[in-house]
């Protein structure tokens, strides 16, 4: 069965300051993986996502997030946050080898941008 | 905007009544998925289809059903709803399965609330 554990349901950070939002997964075999943003009100938006290819995943609005198998983790990070960055963010995991598969989802972590 | 088209974006019925969720896919997207958030789940997978036919089932309730139609839009019933029902359900859709790398699309969910 695959899973996903994100550490920190609150995550509060100055503009400015390294955001780290940590993500462990729980897979059989080596995973998909993919992070979400929702904004207040919306959807859910892909940020990026870990298809095997690059272990370093660069998405969009400056977020990337790296593959560590050894680590069992998939942790997203920006250099500089910005105001515009408070949402919560979803970490996903699918498990390659399906024919029709789903995304199963962290609890979510709500990231809280100060100036 | 994601392409995918969720109505009504707000419902609120009394409880022991019965609704119906509208989605309609992102263009050349044959699986829609559904999802329910809610604070104490978080997000839940419900249930999947590809091209009209039922592909994955999840934690949904016996009161719920869905079908996916030939024009590829899909409805979501809930019946006999009770207070705990109140959340926020997301249609998604994609080309293909997240398990081979596909990027799941989401809509802006539709809001009920059971009073």
């Known amino acids: 069965a695959q899973s996903v554990t994100q550490l920190g349901s609150h995550v509060s950070v100055s503009e400015g300051a390294l955001v780290l939002l940590r993500c462990n997964y729980s897979s059989s075999v080596p995973p998909y993986l993919f992070w979400y943003v929702q904004y207040p009100n919306q959807g859910l938006q892909l940020l990026l996502k870990y298809t095997s290819a690059a272990t370093l995943v660069k998405g969009i609005n400056g977020f990337e997030a790296e593959f560590k198998k050894s680590e069992t983790s998939f942790h997203l990070t920006k250099p500089s946050a910005h105001m515009s960055d408070a949402a919560e963010y979803f970490c996903?995991?699918?498990?390659?080898?399906?024919?029709?598969?789903?995304?199963?989802f962290g609890q979510g972590t709500i990231l809280t941008v100060h100036p | 905007d994601s392409g995918v088209t969720q109505t009504p974006k707000h419902l609120i019925t009394a409880t022991g009544q019965r609704v119906t969720l509208r989605c309609s896919p992102r263009s050349g997207d044959l699986s829609v998925y559904w999802y329910q958030q809610s604070l104490d789940q978080g997000l839940q997978f419900l249930i999947q289809?590809?091209?009209?036919?039922?592909?994955a089932k999840g934690n949904i309730l016996e009161r719920f059903s869905a079908q996916q139609f030939p024009d590829l839009h899909s409805e979501l019933n809930l019946s006999s709803l009770e207070l705990g029902d109140s959340a926020l359900y997301f249609c998604?859709?994609?080309?293909?399965?997240?398990?081979?790398?596909?990027?799941?699309?989401f809509g802006e969910g539709s809001w009920l609330t059971v009073v």
């Open positions: 289809y590809y091209n009209g036919e039922e592909r």
């Open positions: 998604a859709s994609s080309v293909g399965p997240p398990a081979s790398g596909n990027t799941i699309y």
């Open positions: 996903a995991v699918s498990t390659p080898g399906t024919s029709y598969g789903k995304l199963t």
